[in-house]
């Protein structure tokens, strides 16, 4: 089975940066994804890892180390519009993918 | 127009009751899923279908049967709907073509209850 651990909320402040880690247990492991979700509304891509290394894509950024298991979603000069659940989701093989349970973000002013 | 879209977007029906959710893409990707997602278990894969001759099951499909009618068009049965089984529903997509990372796009989701 596979296991993924992400913390359940956390909180920052508007402009700050913030980073929302995430491990996982798993063996063939094929890749590393991002989301974000608003309440009530579908997860959307952020970002997708399948090396070591840090991708960027404007104020977002990830980074993976598979040696250890484990990844981080960086947030940048956070806004109120940040405030969502954000998922880590990793894919065994050619498969499909095991999601954690999320991190809510409250960006507050 | 969106790319993956899900009928209905809201169902409130009773205990024991056939209904069908239905997801429609017009993104042409060959891999289909249904989750569902409930508050404080995240997202769970029910079904999913890599082709339109091929069905599996996901983590969690007891109380659930599905159809792959077409490339663009996969729909989730409950026969027999209890209340545990309340819960939102997404559909999702994917592409496994050579220059895809086989990234996953979500339909708006369907809101189910169950009385």
């Known amino acids: 089975g596979q296991n993924i651990d992400q913390p359940t909320e956390m909180t920052a402040t508007e402009g700050a940066i913030v980073q929302i880690n995430c491990t996982y247990q798993t063996s063939g492991f094929n890749g590393l994804f991002w989301y974000q979700q608003h309440a009530g509304e579908a997860p959307t891509f952020l970002s997708y890892n399948v090396l070591d290394g840090l991708e960027e894509k404007g104020r977002f950024s990830s980074f993976l180390s598979r040696s250890k298991g484990y990844s981080y979603l960086l947030l940048k000069e956070l806004q109120m519009k940040d405030s969502a659940s954000y998922l880590c989701?990793?894919?065994?093989?050619?498969?499909?993918?095991?999601f954690g349970k999320g991190t809510m973000l409250l960006v507050s002013p | 127009d969106a790319d993956v879209t899900q009928t209905p977007r809201n169902r409130i029906t009773k205990t024991g009751k056939r209904i069908m959710l239905e997801c429609s893409q017009t993104k042409g990707h060959d891999r289909m899923y249904w989750y569902r997602q409930d508050p404080g278990l995240g997202l769970r894969l029910i079904y999913y279908?890599?082709?339109?001759?091929?069905?599996n099951k996901g983590e969690i499909s007891d109380g659930y049967s599905v159809s792959r009618q077409a490339q663009a068009k996969f729909s989730l049965s409950l026969e027999s709907a209890i209340p545990n089984q309340t819960a939102l529903y997404f559909c999702?997509?994917?592409?496994?073509?050579?220059?895809?990372?086989?990234?996953?796009?979500f339909g708006p989701g369907t809101r189910l209850t169950v009385l």
């Open positions: 999702a997509t994917s592409d496994v073509s050579t220059t895809s990372t086989d990234t996953q796009y």
């Open positions: 989701a990793v894919r065994v093989g050619y498969s499909t993918l095991t």
């Open positions: 279908s890599f082709d339109v001759k091929d069905i």
